[in-house]
Every structure is written in C-alpha cells, then in structure tokens.
C-alpha cells in the first residue's frame, strides 16, 4: 500500500467517524450504557458500513444514506428510549 492509499484510507476513516458522530448526536444519544439488543445490532451493522466505507467498497453515499436510515429506523422503533442526556 502506498501512501496515498493510506491517506484516503484515513481521510475515509475520520469522514466516517464525523459522519456517524453527529448523525449519533442528532438522533439524541448521548450513551450507550442502557443498550438493547436492537441497540447491539445497530452498532455491529455500523461497524460493517464504515469498514465498507473506510475500504472504499462502497461510494460513501451510499455509506451515509445506510446509516442514516438505519438510525431514523431506531429512533422510529424505540422513540421513548433515546436518552437525551444530562
């Protein structure tokens, strides 16, 4: 790998990590410590859409409207149990 790779493979990497953190912070959450299971299976999909978007095996376009439905769908699913922080 040469070194530009490893800078886009960086710049993709901290796009991500901003990307998903402000997504995280407009849909309220502030903690992770009273997860659910439904809670679990977002993260571990996440996971799998930034390695995607970090390895460029997916437009970060497309990363981006994954994740951003699949957190409308929770705060849908579980409306009540987003902890808005304090």
Same mark, same amino acid.
């Given at each position: 790998? &040469?070194?530009?790779?490893?800078?886009?493979?960086? !710049?993709?990497? /901290?796009?991500?990590?901003? @990307?998903?953190?402000?997504?995280?912070? /407009? =849909? #309220?959450?502030?903690?992770?410590?009273? #997860?659910?299971?439904? &809670? @679990?299976?977002? =993260?571990?999909i /996440? #996971? &799998?859409?930034? &390695?995607?978007?970090?390895? =460029?095996?997916?437009? @970060?376009?497309? @990363?981006a409207? =994954?994740?951003?439905?699949?957190?409308?769908?929770?705060? !849908?699913?579980?409306?009540?149990?987003?902890?808005? #922080?304090?």
């Amino acid at each position: 790998m &040469d070194l530009v790779t490893l800078g886009r493979v960086a !710049i993709r990497a /901290l796009t991500a990590y901003v @990307f998903l953190l402000a997504l995280l912070r /407009l =849909a #309220g959450r502030q903690s992770i410590r009273h #997860g659910t299971p439904f &809670d @679990f299976v977002l =993260a571990l999909i /996440l #996971g &799998d859409l930034v &390695d995607n978007a970090i390895w =460029a095996e997916v437009p @970060f376009v497309q @990363f981006a409207i =994954a994740s951003t439905t699949l957190v409308v769908s929770r705060l !849908i699913v579980s409306p009540g149990r987003i902890e808005t #922080g304090g």
